[in-house]
């Protein structure tokens, strides 16, 4: 069982920048992984927004955006802290959401989508935090 804790969501004006944390409760993130960061708003679907994978220990960590992301958003891996860090920049008042991250092993149905440039869905995922939010308002 994987424990995921997240923190660093608050709130800010529009062009405002803030970075989220997501940490696992063992080192599971230095064998071959994939880990996503999702997002959810009352009454709406939870989306993807990044996400990042490795096939394991030696290998080059993969990043995959959604176009609502890309530019704006980056995502990163501190292997050694078993830490994935969400940074947000240029936040917009509709990046408000409840913002989770979520892990499992690297399959080849996840392989699939992101060979393609997609993020898997949330059903793909096995393991969730309790979620950070993020509130951006003027």
């Known amino acids: 069982e994987v424990e995921l804790v997240e923190s660093g969501g608050g709130s800010v004006q529009p062009g405002g920048t803030l970075r989220l944390s997501c940490e696992a409760s063992?080192?599971?993130?230095?064998?071959?992984?994939?880990v996503a960061w999702f997002r959810q708003v009352p009454g709406k679907e939870r989306e993807a927004v990044a996400s990042?994978?490795?096939?394991?220990?030696?290998?080059?960590?993969?990043?995959t955006y959604t176009e609502s992301a890309k530019g704006r958003f980056t995502i990163s891996a501190d292997s050694a802290k078993g830490i994935i860090y969400l940074e947000l920049n240029s936040l917009r008042l509709e990046d408000t959401a409840m913002y989770y991250c979520?892990?499992?092993?690297?399959?080849?149905?996840?392989?699939?989508?992101?060979?393609?440039?997609?993020?898997?869905?949330?059903?793909?995922?096995?393991?969730w935090g309790q979620g950070t939010q993020v509130t951006v308002s003027s």
């Open positions: 979520a892990t499992d092993r690297l399959t080849i149905g996840k392989d699939r989508h992101l060979g393609r440039g997609a993020i898997p869905p949330a059903s793909d995922f096995a393991f």
């Open positions: 063992e080192r599971t993130w230095k064998l071959s992984f994939c």
């Open positions: 990042i994978d490795s096939a394991g220990v030696g290998y080059v960590n993969r990043t």
